[in-house]
């Protein structure tokens, strides 16, 4: 079955930085776009950042954009979401997330599987 695992989360102080991971298994990687998602306590769960199956194109929420990078690595069966200049309000369960597609894009919603998710604390 398909299985997506993140690491990398942890507590990390305002301005600081951190690189999560999405290890992904029971699928063929490369026929699924990536996406990473956020939840924080007592809102919706939001999208973060996606990238598209091959890793050309990206896209960001504004309020994470010039800060967050997303990436991946077909080869590892990984998507990774490298963060920076980390604020209070990133502090979320930080989640994972494959579509597939045939396309070339990236995606917002419509995703097909989901991880467990890793806590991102920023303090101040």
């Known amino acids: 079955q398909v299985q997506l695992v993140e690491s990398g989360g942890g507590l990390v102080q305002a301005g600081g930085s951190l690189r999560l991971s999405c290890a992904a298994s029971g699928l063929i990687f490369s026929n699924y776009a990536m996406g990473w998602f956020r939840q924080a306590p007592g809102k919706e769960r939001e999208f973060v950042a996606g990238?598209?199956?091959?890793?050309?194109?990206?896209g960001y929420a504004e309020s994470v954009k010039g800060r967050f990078t997303i990436s991946r690595d077909n080869a590892k069966n990984t998507v990774y979401l490298q963060q920076s200049s980390l604020k209070p309000e990133d502090t979320a369960v930080y989640y994972c997330?494959?579509?597939?597609?045939?396309?070339?894009?990236?995606?917002?919603?419509?995703?097909?599987?989901w991880g467990q998710g890793t806590q991102v604390t920023v303090s101040s």
């Open positions: 997330a494959a579509r597939r597609t045939s396309t070339r894009r990236y995606f917002t919603d419509g995703y097909d599987y």
């Open positions: 990238i598209s199956r091959n890793g050309i194109a990206t």
